[in-house]
């Protein structure tokens, strides 16, 4: 395994993890953390080259359209904020 096939498959790992944490968190958290964590999980996919996955998370239908937004966004201002309102 070359140094960047290593790296490309952490960073699926890492992703998928993320993604597993998305699915687990939505049963229990409103829809912006588990929308935070697959639009982490699809930067790392398309760190990794998946297009295919990152082109699967944005084209759901009821998280693609919030998804692609943070996408949209730089990393550091997609983080969340908590509000006193």
């Not at 082109?55 to 006193?84: D, Q, Y």
């Amino acid at each position: 395994m070359t140094p960047s096939s290593f790296s490309g498959a952490v960073l699926r790992v890492c992703a998928w993890s993320l993604l597993m944490a998305g699915g687990a968190a939505g049963i229990v958290l409103p829809h912006p953390v588990t929308t935070a964590l697959w639009a982490a999980a699809a930067r790392l996919f398309a760190k990794a080259g998946d297009t295919g996955l990152v082109a699967r998370l944005t084209s759901a239908s009821k998280f693609g359209p919030r998804i692609r937004r943070r996408l949209a966004v730089a990393p550091h201002e997609a983080t969340l904020r908590p509000s006193l309102a």
